[in-house]
Every structure is written in structure tokens, then in C-alpha cells.
């Protein structure tokens, strides 16, 4: 406490403020406004000598022992109303206020009366509510105990792993096994826990397992991206439970243990040769554990649950398809490669990074989290390419409606020997359109050449080989072996010429004999 007596002695003396306040151990400003409101009351050192400091305290502050009167709100009727769905204390606390306003009462601050809360349901014990509003949670974990089926091959046991989503409020649980826990398995069983409930929580809170949830910790949740999708198809929120927090999840702990002997071991003494015949007899003992009696109040969890149902958002169309991602780079051809099949993205995205969302049927294009590109998904022989004519450079889209009789076309007008050469390009494939490259290639080398080289690079190639390739056509238009041609007489070729390419005559060593 402030030795206001102290202060006033000093000052007395003449002493300057910041030596009393060090000697007082207290502020500058708490003296100075001590013998501000010494001077207002016209007190003095004579005056208050013998006076108690506590005395000088009231005398010099008495507001100080006027304390506000605040309404302590009814907090039994708090817990009651946290009970129901969307209520939450800050709406408790603003309709607290209201109340205080028209009686002409002080109400606590937001602060104080959380804690205040926070403090009855300690005492009471109260903790069933937080977590039990209708539709507002759905709680997920993987059993600890695991079933069997044989495999009907080698008669070994096959391990099967038990999934078990439970709506707190009511306590109806959806169990189904799996031959894994990889995120697949962890997806698809959440989409069939809704589709069984019939409806969505608003709030869904799994364990922390990797396929679920990447990272958690006191200042940082990290979702898995595929599970981020699923809450967001089906408009919920991942709230993972917390780190070492059993009771964020008592409800589902304490129903896997009541699934692990109302089901499982019930199972125990049972063959399953399949896991089809396994989800066969869990579902039978679900509706079991579902439609028992409870022990300490009437109903059942199936009765119970068709009170909460209304509460459940709505499901969507169309259930939510497990996507994969995966990370490929744009290539010099504005198509990108994936599961050994080529999927075309915009021709400006050429070298970047982009991310790829494959799922059963569609493949989605993502660069900095915009979607660039969708695709039907590819199966079959590897190598095939999915084009949009959109994403091409505008000098590649204006060949993009060439076919087999347009390319015969344009060789015809340039002339027979390329006619040729271009029926030889798509007739040597088994599949016409793997010739359309080289053909395409013929065609630009007139635009480089001009077409009247074209064709006597044509015809000279046909007088070596009745097989001609796009390499030996360049070649020769680039050495200038056309121009040559034009001015000799082309040889004559046999039959086996025609059929084998081209072979030395006599005539070429007789002139090496001369």
C-alpha cells in the first residue's frame, strides 16, 4: 500500500517529488497526485501527523472504498442454454448485458464472466453439455482392437482395421471395417458414415492421424488437403482434437471400447472369408448397439438420433470423390505428364510448377491455387495426349484442323514426288495420325525452302529408297543436294533398287576402275 503519511512528511520538508518517490518507492506520478489531492482537501502535514496511513488513504480517496455492485449472472441457466444448437456465451453474454441494462445493474465484462463459467462448470462438474449439441460434432477415430478375415488361398489371417464415427449428442455410432488406415480407406469411410447418417455435423474432430492431420500443435492446425476437401464438400469444419486432451474425444473413446465388445467380440467365434461378409455382420450388430436400451435413462441411441437428425446439415448431390495430388512441371509442348498420360494446361505456363488433382474421372490443372486446366482422366495405353485447342500458341492452333486429305492435298499442289513422300509418311504407322508430325514437318520445310526444292529434295530421296524419311529430305535440302538433282539425269533403278533402296551400279565402280 501507498505511505501517503510518508509522501506528505517529505513534501512537507521541501524534499523535490522524485526523491520521495524513490524514497517511498513508489512512482512520480503517484506523488505528485497525492499532494495534488492533499492540497485539494487542504491537508496538511500538522493536520495529519497523527493520523493512521489508512485513515489518510480514505480521507484523501474515498471513492476508493466504493465498489461497484455487479449482477451475477444465473449461470446454472447459462449451462442450460450452451446445451442448444448455435448458442455460444458471447450471445449469452450480450443478452446478460441487455437484462442488467433494463434493471439499471453493472454487468461483468465478456473476460469475468467466461470466467466465471468456466469456474461453475469446474465445480459442478458440468461438462457434459460443451460437447453434446444436437448435430454439432461427429466424432471419428480407428478401433483399437482389429478384426480378421482368411485368406481364402493360403487360409492365413488378414488383419482388418475398424472405423467408428459416433454423433456425441445421442450417441449413434456408424462402424465399418477396412484392409487399411491410408487415406483412401480413411476418406471413403467418412463418406460413408454420412451417407448412413443421413446428414452432416457441422464440426467433425478426428485423432491426430497423418492422414487426417498433417501438424497440430498449441499455436499452428495443418489439414491434410484431401481431408481439407472433404470438410469443404460437405460444409463442415475439421476441428481436431487436442494434443493429449482425452476428453475432447471421450465420447468416441468411450464407443469404440462399447463397439469393441458389443461387436467385435461378439464376432470373435465367427469365420469371415471375405470383407464384404465382415461389414455384412458389423452392420447387423451395429443395429444392435444402436436400437439397446440405455442404462440410465429411456430411449435408445436410434431413438435419440431421430431427435437429432433435424439438426444435421443437409447432404450434398453427389458424394465427395477421393482426389490425389501430385506436382508436375509444364514441358516445352504445354502439356504436362502424369500416370504416364498427357494432359495440356495453357502455353504461358510453359516451365512452371503446377499442381495436379487427379480423381476417378477428371484431372484438374492448379498454378498458385487457380484452377489453369481440367481434363477427362486417361486410361489405357500409355502416351496419349488430351489437347485443348485453347491452350496451343496461336501459331500451333492454326494446324490443328489438319488431317490426312488436307496434307495429300497440299502435296498434290506441290507436287507428285512429295505426294509420295507424304502418303509414305501416314501409311507407314499403324495408326494414321503418328504420321501427321512428320507430314507437318514436310509442309514447313517448303515454307523454309520453297516447294520447288521440296519436290526435288523428294525426288532425289525416292531415287536412293522407296522408303523415304523426314531426316534424309533435310539433309539434302540442307546440303543443297536438290539443286544438283535438277541438273542431272536420275538413275535408273532395278527392281530390287525399289524394293531394298538404293545399290551400286557398274557403272559407279567402273568409273573407280578409270
Not at 4 to 19: A, F, M, S, T, V
Not at 120 to 128: E, F, I
Not at 299 to 307: L, P
Request: glycine letters at 4%.
Amino acid at each position: 500500500m501507498t505511505n501517503y503519511r510518508e509522501i506528505l512528511r517529505l513534501g512537507d520538508l521541501g524534499i523535490n517529488k522524485q526523491d520521495i518517490a524513490t524514497a517511498c518507492e513508489c512512482s512520480r506520478n503517484t506523488v505528485a497526485s497525492v499532494l495534488k489531492r492533499a492540497a485539494y482537501c487542504k491537508l496538511t502535514w500538522k493536520h495529519v501527523q497523527d493520523w493512521s496511513n489508512k485513515e489518510l488513504s480514505e480521507k484523501l480517496f474515498p471513492s476508493n472504498l466504493v465498489k461497484a455492485s455487479y449482477k451475477m449472472p444465473d449461470y446454472e441457466y447459462v449451462h442450460r442454454e450452451m446445451a442448444r444448437s448455435g448458442v455460444t456465451l458471447s450471445l449469452l453474454w450480450v443478452e446478460y448485458c441487455d437484462q442488467c441494462r433494463e434493471a439499471g445493474e453493472i454487468p461483468y465484462k465478456s473476460t469475468q464472466f467466461n470466467k466465471y463459467y468456466s469456474d461453475y462448470v469446474r465445480k459442478t462438474k458440468a461438462t457434459m453439455h460443451l460437447n453434446h449439441k444436437p448435430g454439432e460434432v461427429m466424432e471419428v477415430d480407428w478401433a483399437g482392437q482389429n478384426a480378421f478375415i482368411i485368406d481364402t488361398d493360403t487360409g492365413e489371417l488378414i488383419k482388418a482395421y475398424v472405423f467408428v464415427a459416433v454423433l456425441p449428442y445421442c450417441g449413434y455410432a456408424y462402424v465399418e471395417a477396412f484392409l487399411a488406415q491410408d487415406q483412401e480407406c480413411w476418406i471413403t469411410a467418412h463418406v460413408n458414415a454420412y451417407q448412413y447418417f443421413g446428414g452432416v455435423s457441422r464440426i467433425l474432430t478426428p485423432d491426430n492421424l497423418k492422414t487426417g492431420i498433417t501438424k497440430v500443435s498449441r499455436s499452428e492446425t495443418v489439414i491434410n488437403k484431401t481431408y481439407q476437401e472433404l470438410a469443404e464438400h460437405y460444409g463442415t469444419a475439421v476441428i481436431p482434437a487436442r494434443v493429449r486432451s482425452p476428453r475432447d474425444k471421450a465420447t468416441v473413446e468411450g464407443s469404440v471400447g462399447i463397439v469393441s465388445t458389443w461387436v467385435l467380440a461378439a464376432l470373435r467365434n465367427q469365420q469371415f472369408l471375405s470383407l464384404y461378409e465382415l461389414n455384412e455382420a458389423i452392420r447387423e450388430k451395429l443395429i444392435e448397439f444402436n436400437n439397446k436400451p440405455f442404462q440410465k435413462k429411456d430411449g435408445s441411441r436410434a431413438i435419440a438420433f431421430e431427435e437429432e437428425k433435424p439438426f444435421l446439415l443437409s447432404l450434398p448431390d453427389r458424394p465427395y470423390e477421393l482426389a490425389t495430388w501430385k506436382v508436375a512441371t509444364v514441358q516445352y509442348n504445354y502439356h504436362i505428364s502424369t500416370d504416364l498420360q498427357n494432359y495440356s494446361c495453357p502455353y504461358e505456363y510453359i516451365k512452371q510448377k503446377v499442381n495436379v488433382r487427379l480423381t476417378k474421372n477428371v484431372v484438374e490443372i492448379f498454378f498458385d491455387s487457380n484452377r489453369i486446366a481440367s481434363h477427362p482422366r486417361l486410361y489405357g495405353r500409355p502416351g496419349q495426349y488430351s489437347t485443348n485447342a485453347d491452350h496451343m500458341p496461336p501459331d500451333h492452333q492454326k494446324y490443328l484442323t489438319w488431317d490426312s486429305e488436307r496434307f495429300i492435298s497440299w502435296a498434290i499442289k506441290t507436287g507428285e514426288n512429295t505426294t509420295a513422300v507424304v502418303r509414305y509418311f501416314l501409311s507407314s504407322h499403324k495408326v494414321e495420325q503418328q504420321g501427321y508430325k512428320s507430314c507437318m514437318a514436310l509442309l514447313k520445310l517448303a515454307d523454309k525452302y520453297s516447294a520447288q526444292r521440296l519436290e526435288a529434295a523428294c525426288a532425289r530421296t525416292l531415287s536412293y529408297t522407296a522408303r523415304p524419311s523426314l531426316k534424309s529430305v533435310q539433309a539434302i535440302l540442307k546440303s543443297g543436294q536438290d539443286k544438283l538433282f535438277e541438273r542431272e539425269p536420275a538413275p535408273e533403278t532395278t527392281s530390287a533398287a525399289s524394293q531394298y533402296g538404293f545399290t551400286r551400279g557398274a557403272e559407279y565402280y567402273k568409273r573407280r576402275n578409270d
